[in-house]
């Protein structure tokens, strides 16, 4: 059985560059750059590459095939569970550089992008043509499309749009086998059989890498009006959120929850104009004019009334203002709580209270500081621990919180993935039938394990087990020899190297 | 290699009543309501049985798999190319039976339902709780669910609310090698890796058994509105369409189009309070109460002017009634044509007009009168022909329309599916690249090609190709031995029986 090599710097880049046109570096400066994500982990990759152009991409990937060598493509490198962290001797692929908007079709809602576009740019490309890309995940100011596709990323605004694995229309997507295929279509409406595209998104990179996506956009409402509603003290969240989904033509985009915590942070740190000492639900209303966004603000007190959550409600008549502010949070509990441990699941709504009864007991008995803020309307919840993202505790904490999440009948992962950290807990969320169907999907797409190995497959060899178990706690030194469990392929090959991703040190 | 085995009905029935706990059946008037769907294809099933539970499907499908009979699971029949046509010696899985609707939770807009649950029937109990599932296919009064999320159907309002595909949260499923997965989850937001749910609705029954399905609901909006709106004869209608998609909060549902034939028809027909001798644009318009319909229907109205399709617009206070007249046409039109082909592609926006301009063109040249009627918003059109659907011209002209659908970057089935009609066209669409992706999921889930084999899959020996090369026109007698192209699984195996459907007689 094929086995991922152990590559030597000088060689692979050798190699490479008489393989591909773009530019191939392993010196430290630009590794330093591409060696981790926006998670605690770090890994030692062994050169990166920059590749030209589609064809360039194929040649790669048939190299890497050939050579046995591992690939991990990233762009902004963003991801939050390890997603786009290379494990030791990995080739990175760096698409930041595919940065060019090829077509826009305002006529037909779509436009074609390279990859590496980040989500900002392409918003910014489109507002004079009034027109938007509706995901908006936290990330969108440096993260891009390509990695909101491979990550099905999704922000406040789901509410109402949905994640982006609803504004993918079609994919030209280089496979781990070295095929190019285009997947999906630009006609709005198409039954032909299974959708493969679907697949691709939120593949985190494991079953190929994309070269270019068609995304779906949406014209920019003419007005977006913000309402901030401080909620009681007794009041049922998962039913608020129940009635507010039911209000028809609402023009509701976003269904926002800060505890106490944030809201204070916010409103001491940030002046922010809402009373302290209580949680709040923050709102978005889209309208086509003044007029239809006061009646829809109307008819969404009507229905706050009704669950008891309608009193000193306060508008914003301009949203951004207010998700200006809600978007400082972040520095202002930083400021407050220094760095934290953020997990990100989803129950159903009727299981959202007992979810933060299960928050406030798991930050009780760790004793650790606690805060909460999340997508409410669609049940989906960032609780945060104030300790060390690379602390044992940290891990016991994640641990439990995807428990809690499981047992309320919930997701491990609601917007940013399964990547390194939580793949150990797939088969848990999805039973061993549909794990066996992902693994065959894999090994038909990357049938010698090429692509990003070590994340979102859980081993094939062990039960669930959380990522806990690692042995040491600190940023380690290159470790050849991983354990033997860890060093396999996604699709359960035994690869002596690479070796498990190292944690980073804490950020000064 | 494995074979699909020719069936004896007296020993298929004996071997399957000791297998399942549902009824099994072989007597000719049973069969003759199961031997052919909403096409002009019929076949001649061995047996038909109706499994009472999930178990009992779990144990069929291993039974089928043991003696390589092939299964065609099926719920209203009223697929239109074939898709729940059984080939020569299938067994029929009759799930129509299977009509529960499991649970609904109004405050977490879903519904569990059996799959054999029919559309119009979940409409209605839902109703009375503000709700409702958004795909309504033609068939909506009986069509089932599971036959909805099979084919991923959709019907008008799909404009605003996508096809089945995106309504569908979690199924069950019984694959063809007999493992039942759970896929998708009842959480509104979710990232746990490739949408493997996806895979399955659109895939026609052949990757497995559909055994339950959650599908998401909306509310029912407190107003809906019709606008009839004549059409100038020069006016773009693709222009005017993308126009339209890009007035933003105007509670378009649905942008539907009649052409001059279509209308006369149900004008003269229907006493249709329309002009007669124009074509017509059809549109729906939801809203919250009266006032803002008649704020969006000015939205609406200003939109059309700037194309020059504003004259003489009709307000229909309630939607359903336009809906009503419109759904006559069928009727109408076969009063005045006779049986018609019917078929149905799509294409962007911007090559519509070029497509009805490709219509007129085949029509001429057949010399066979013509009428066209279709989902203008989302560039999907009917084009009706008025032939006999089992003629050989029948065939010509089913393919000139796929081949001008492509030729515009257009696919060949926007809403029916693929089925038995249309696969040897499915590479053409695809790519080579991903019909192998296709293959390898198919042979993931039923690698014995037990599952309603002769569907969706081209034939893998040979090149793309129309279906109109079968030897006969006429309601032929049972082939045991069909051409041995036709007679392999869908996988690529051989199979030497059963042979292809054969075409019905025309309806008296």
């Not at 999805?430 to 990357?446: I, M, P, Q, S, Y």
Request: overall charge positive; hydrophobic content about 40%.
């Amino acid at each position: 059985m094929a086995r991922l090599r152990v590559p030597s710097s000088t060689g692979t880049v050798r190699s490479l560059a008489s393989t591909v046109r773009g530019r191939v570096t392993a010196r430290d400066v630009d590794l330093a750059a591409l060696d981790h994500d926006a998670s605690h982990l770090a890994g030692r990759p062994v050169a990166a590459v920059s590749p030209v152009d589609a064809d360039d991409v194929e040649a790669l990937v048939r190299w890497a095939r050939r050579t046995r060598t591992p690939l991990v493509a990233r762009g902004g490198g963003t991801s939050l569970d390890g997603e786009s962290v290379p494990i030791d001797g990995t080739v990175v692929v760096d698409l930041s550089g595919w940065k060019r908007i090829l077509e826009v079709d305002a006529d037909a809602l779509w436009a074609r992008v390279q990859p590496g576009v980040v989500n900002w740019e392409l918003q910014r490309a489109l507002h004079p043509r009034g027109l938007f890309f509706p995901p908006n995940p936290g990330s969108w100011t440096t993260s891009t499309i390509g990695g909101n596709v491979g990550t099905n990323a999704s922000g406040p605004r789901s509410f109402r749009y949905g994640a982006t694995r609803a504004w993918v229309r079609e994919m030209e997507v280089v496979l781990g086998t070295g095929a190019r295929v285009r997947l999906g279509a630009r006609v709005a409406k198409r039954s032909v059989g299974p959708d493969l595209l679907q697949l691709m998104v939120g593949s985190e990179g494991t079953l190929g890498v994309t070269t270019e996506v068609t995304v779906r956009l949406a014209p920019v409402p003419a007005r977006r009006e913000g309402l901030v509603v401080p909620l009681p003290a007794k009041v049922a969240l998962g039913r608020l959120a129940g009635r507010l989904a039911r209000v028809p033509e609402s023009g509701l985009s976003a269904v926002e929850y800060l505890d106490r915590n944030c809201a204070a942070a916010i409103a001491e740190r940030r002046n922010a104009p809402w009373p302290s000492g209580v949680a709040l639900l923050l709102l978005e209303v889209e309208a086509g004019d003044a007029e239809e966004a006061e009646r829809r603000v109307e008819r969404l007190r009507s229905a706050l009334g009704e669950v008891g959550a309608a009193e000193r409600l306060t508008v914003f008549p301009d949203a951004d203002a207010l998700w200006t502010l809600r978007g400082s949070s972040g520095d202002a509990l930083e400021e407050r709580f220094g760095r934290t441990v953020r997990e990100d699941v989803a129950v159903p709504l009727a299981r959202v209270d007992a979810l933060l009864r299960a928050f406030d007991g798991i930050a009780r008995r760790a004793s650790v500081p606690y805060f909460l803020f999340g997508h409410l309307g669609e049940g989906s919840l960032h609780p945060n621990f104030a300790v060390s993202p690379a602390s044992p505790t940290a891990e016991r904490l994640r641990a439990a919180v995807l428990r809690a999440s499981r047992s309320l009948g919930g997701t491990i992962s609601a917007e940013h993935g399964i990547g390194r950290t939580k793949r150990e807990f797939l088969a848990e969320e999805l039973g061993a039938g549909a794990v066996d169907l992902l693994r065959a999907v894999k090994a038909a797409c990357d049938p010698d394990g090429i692509l990003n190995p070590g994340k979102l497959y859980p081993e094939p060899a062990r039960g669930a087990r959380p990522p806990s178990r690692s042995p040491s706690g600190r940023r380690a030194g290159r470790t050849r020899n991983g354990s033997p469990s860890d060093a396999r392929g996604s699709t359960g090959r035994r690869a002596p190297s690479p070796a498990r991703p190292r944690r980073r040190a804490a950020r000064p």
